[in-house]
């Protein structure tokens, strides 16, 4: 009997993988446990295992594919097996696909059972990424007004993002009431400021026998524009824009164009700190088998500084503003495959042995592309630090949904005037960028103070 190699759940936030590589050949025998196949989720890889000994028989899956979780890609049974998808539970039902007609060529076959489908109108479906499903949820856009660009034809969150963009902005009062009377919000004419759906064109709408105007091309394109074309240029190598890459680019274009960024920069003396990292180092490295860092130090007093400032430990939705019960520290990392987060749960409550070993571990990880799903999300606020490469000061992203993101830059020698003499004091800049939406600024500034208070007198950390 047959066994079926599925995609296995990765993670309560992973909904669907691109297969990388077939480890190996179409009917090519294996062993239980063998390493057969790579996937990739926005986060990480993973390699999946044989769950029986047998021959590998391959399903209609090629390397670039999206797949969702728990999808069967293929068999392991006799040598003379064909795949065949198995029945599968209500948990992991098949999802409904569009028919593409038939294919003509590889480049031409027909789009997998793979792609999630959003219901549109009785008979018509539209294929779409679940994250931009959500979001059009959430902001009560219809699908079928969106211009796709992900691939086969799949719609994904940034055609979303560029279509809230390029179309007239909508009142919460007025989405509302055109909900409750089934109106399409986004073929409303708005009166209001640039074009904004107000309340009243809702009920001019729902007032009027004719049927309601559908807004200018020109004032309000449904579409993406057209890009102008690239002049002429030798290209040295030529990379797709695709995996954790795509993944960077979606999440940082969202941010800078949902975000209220606001940068507040101040210099800290760091002397005291590097003196007492210095003496921790030469006390602890032998006994806690590694030396702590500037980030452990750093990571403690921005958690200490999140629970003194509940209100930079939160984030916004559609209607409010949550302020969160954990501090969950993100620490930005540089790997081979791009730049991943790893989150600390609950840095408030850790020594800073623990979290340095917890860092650590997440690091290594991260670096080797084998990190949990769970370990790169759930983050409530992030520290990036670029010093090591002598960056003095620069304006992060910030990671959405977090309200804000703490840049770090380089430690660096410099002349200060201390009464009335000019000494030399180990100096260093941070960057605080926040979301105006959630915070204002002389809140968010004392909240940085007090991290550099933090700095100068490391020793008020014993004080709690």
């Known amino acids: 009997m047959s066994e079926p190699l599925l995609i296995p759940k990765l993670g309560n936030t992973v909904e669907e993988v691109t297969i990388i590589d077939w480890l190996v050949d179409d009917g090519a025998p294996v062993e239980k446990g063998q390493e057969v196949l790579e996937i990739e989720t926005d986060k990480a890889t993973f390699a999946v295992e044989a769950p029986a000994a047998g021959y590998l028989h391959r399903g209609p899956y090629a390397v670039g594919d999206v797949v969702p979780v728990l999808e069967a890609v293929a068999v392991i049974g006799d040598k003379d097996e064909v795949f065949s998808a198995p029945a599968r539970s209500d948990k992991a039902a098949p999802r409904e696909v569009a028919d593409t007609g038939p294919a003509t060529t590889d480049e031409a076959r027909p789009i997998p059972a793979i792609l999630p489908v959003t219901e549109v109108a009785a008979g018509e479906r539209v294929f779409a990424s679940p994250r931009a499903r959500r979001l059009a949820e959430r902001k009560g856009v219809d699908m079928r007004l969106v211009t796709p660009s992900g691939p086969g034809g799949r719609i994904i969150e940034r055609d979303v993002l560029a279509f809230l963009e390029q179309r007239p902005g909508v009142s919460p009062v007025a989405r509302r009431l055109a909900e409750e009377a089934g109106i399409n919000v986004w073929e409303l004419q708005g009166t209001g400021p640039g074009g904004r759906v107000t309340r009243r064109d809702v009920e001019r709408a729902l007032a009027s026998p004719r049927p309601v105007a559908a807004p200018e091309p020109a004032a309000a394109p449904a579409t993406v524009p057209t890009p102008p074309p690239l002049p002429e240029a030798e290209v040295l190598e030529r990379r797709p824009l695709k995996g954790v890459r795509a993944i960077i680019a979606e999440r940082m274009a969202a941010s800078v164009h949902t975000t209220a960024r606001v940068t507040l920069v101040t210099e800290a003396d760091a002397t005291e700190f590097v003196a007492v990292r210095e003496r921790l180092k030469a006390a602890v490295a032998d006994t806690w088998g590694f030396a702590p860092g500037y980030n452990d130090l750093l990571a403690l007093i921005v958690a200490r500084a999140l629970r003194q400032f509940p209100y930079m430990n939160a984030r916004l939705t559609e209607d409010a503003i949550e302020y969160l019960a954990h501090v969950n520290l993100g620490m930005a990392v540089d790997t081979d495959r ?10 408030d409550t850790k020594s800073l042995r623990a979290f340095g070993q917890e860092f650590r571990e997440l690091v290594e990880r991260a670096r080797q592309g084998r990190s949990l799903p769970d370990e790169l999300t759930g983050g409530t606020f992030t520290i990036t630090n670029l010093g090591m490469y002598e960056i003095d000061a620069f304006t992060p992203v910030i990671n959405l949904p ?25 100096m260093w800049t ?32 014993l004080a709690d």
């Open 338 to 347: 791009g730049l991943l987060v790893p989150v600390i749960k609950d840095a």
């Open 430 to 461: 941070l960057s605080l960028v926040f979301d105006h939406r959630l915070v204002d600024g002389a809140p968010a500034a004392r909240f940085l103070q007090y991290i550099k208070r933090l700095i100068e007198e490391p020793y008020l950390l």
């Open 402 to 426: 977090e309200a804000a993101i703490l840049g770090v830059g380089r430690i660096a020698p410099k002349p200060v005037v201390r009464g009335d003499e000019v000494v030399v004091r180990q």
